[in-house]
């Protein structure tokens, strides 16, 4: 062995052993996000930061195999339909919530009712089909629907129907969101708004206890801080990255990259309740004058697709891969706004603060500027553009929608059925909610594929909006962490974490 590779096996058994031993003594995990979470009531976030401290702190009836999608028992330890819209759950024993009460089958039916009450958030859209559901004994649960859905079982995996406790509520009112209570394996010790949670892991859980004792989530936005924070072995974990920041952590043989696919779809929206882009004609003369690919590869370079469906490649009954790329053609868009009557029209494009959203904004303006086409630029704070999404202010608008269910009913009714809370595009289309309907009464196979491939074809065809990115979760990490279990849909958990 010569003297230069003799120094280096030194050097890395030296880091080896740290590493070894930093792993042995930790009992705290860094996470890093870009925002804190806005509310610790499962039914009422709006926003993925908040889902991910749920998923810390509550437990569902069901759980969806990261892996693969499987339905797995949670709070529910097996279960049965009694028909096409009855199911029965029979429930684990012995459950203690963070108040060391045992939760019930009260609980449950509080729980689940409590957000059928609630039609205005978010989450009411998994729940308004519930008829009733029945506490039969304190171990045994029927829910109810009104009508039949077939995507509405895999919902209940989600943090809408997380299990809290129903006295804890009713005693906290609406201060329950800053003082959750529910039965997962961390319990909330400590909240400094807008700046970090520390949880803390509950002993009494009953299922596998947490590997380590501390859970501390900070909010950094600014991504080079972020990556300094990694890199310095600040933090354990950090997301969400930028391309730049990903190759920085493929560099570092200290970090480890877990990147994958996601669920969701950047899209640029039009107001299809607003003139002139109520007319098909001028929806379609923008998406022409578009060169989306070209917009994808030149702001992402490498991380994501550019989806041709709405319903992305990581959910069932997608077509995406047997549509044709997305092309530009200058002069279709031209006559198209021609043959609408349509000329020197002027419009604003929305867009969040995030610096890849306004990098394919600024390329919309420039491209859509070829075919006589005005455009300003508009950048908002996250509040301020929701606000002004559902006041209906806008023209065009650029957002990223990540279904937070795998389920091809909830990639497309949440965002384009008639009424629904996220709708920004206001479309409204009797087809279509017909063809959702339709979709959501027949099980899994090839009659519902079939429906789903209309549904996909026909909003193409429609054009309330132009897709632009399908993303990818993309996590950096210290290497002794494991058991990391990057979302497709971000609501990353950290339940099952360990250090080696």
């Known amino acids: 062995m010569n003297k230069k590779s003799a120094v280096l096996g030194i050097l890395m058994l030296v880091f080896n052993l740290h590493d070894a031993s930093t792993a042995e003594a930790k009992d705290v995990l860094i996470v890093i996000d870009r925002r804190d979470a806005t509310t610790m009531d499962p039914i009422a976030y709006e926003d993925s930061a908040s889902q991910r401290a749920c998923r810390s702190l509550y437990d569902t009836l069901i759980y969806l195999d990261p892996l693969d999608g499987r339905i797995l028992p949670g709070l529910a ?89 129903k006295k804890a509520v009713e005693e906290a009112g609406d201060a329950f969101a800053v003082n959750p209570v529910g039965t997962g394996p961390f319990k909330l010790v400590s909240w400094q708004k807008g700046y970090k949670y520390v949880l803390e892991r509950f002993e009494e859980y009953w299922g596998p206890k947490a590997k380590f004792r501390t859970l501390e989530v900070r909010s950094v936005p600014e991504p080079s801080n972020r990556m300094k924070e990694l890199s310095l072995g600040e933090a354990d974990i950090v997301f969400p990255l930028t391309r730049e920041d990903m190759k920085r952590v493929e560099r570092n043989w200290n970090l480890v990259l877990h990147r994958k696919p996601q669920t969701s779809i950047l899209y640029l929206g039009f107001n299809c309740a607003k003139k002139p882009f109520d007319d098909v004609r001028v929806r379609r003369a923008i998406s022409a004058a578009l060169d989306v690919e070209g917009i994808q590869a030149a702001i992402w370079n490498g991380v994501g697709e550019t989806p041709r469906s709405l319903i992305s490649s990581a959910i069932r009954y997608s077509i995406d891969s047997e549509l044709k790329p997305h092309m530009q053609d200058v002069e279709l868009a031209k006559k198209l706004l021609a043959e609408a009557g349509v000329r020197n029209l002027k419009l604003e494009i929305w867009t969040s603060e995030r610096r890849e959203s306004i990098g394919m904004a600024t390329i919309i303006q420039s491209q859509i500027r070829e075919v006589g086409i005005a455009a300003e630029i508009r950048v908002l704070e996250r509040s301020a553009y929701l606000k002004g999404l559902k006041a209906q202010s806008h023209d065009l608008y650029l957002l990223c929608w990540t279904p937070p269910v795998p389920d091809p009913n909830f990639a497309v009714s949440e965002l384009l059925e008639t009424g629904a809370n996220s709708n920004y ?53 210290q290497k002794y962490v494991k058991g990391i279990q990057a979302s497709s849909s971000n609501a990353h958990s950290f339940r099952e974490i360990y250090f080696e």
């Open 77 to 165: 330890e097996s279960w049965e339909p009694l028909s096409d819209r009855e199911y029965k759950f029979n429930l684990r024993k012995g459950v203690k919530f963070h108040n060391g009460d045992e939760m019930t089958a009260e609980d449950v039916r509080y729980s689940i009712l409590r957000t059928k009450a609630t039609p205005n958030l978010r989450t009411a859209a998994y729940s308004q089909n519930i008829q009733d559901v029945q506490a039969v004994d304190d171990y045994t649960v029927i829910l109810r629907l009104e009508n039949v859905d077939y995507s509405f079982f895999s919902s209940l995996s989600q943090s809408w129907s997380a299990i809290v406790s």
């Open 425 to 477: 595009t206001f479309f409204s289309d009797k087809k279509l909610d017909e063809l959702l309907n339709k979709g959501r009464s027949v099980p899994d196979g090839e009659e519902r594929a079939a429906i789903y491939r209309e549904i996909q074809l026909y909003i193409n065809e429609q054009s309330p909006m132009i897709y632009l990115q399908s993303g990818e979760s993309l996590l950096g990490a």
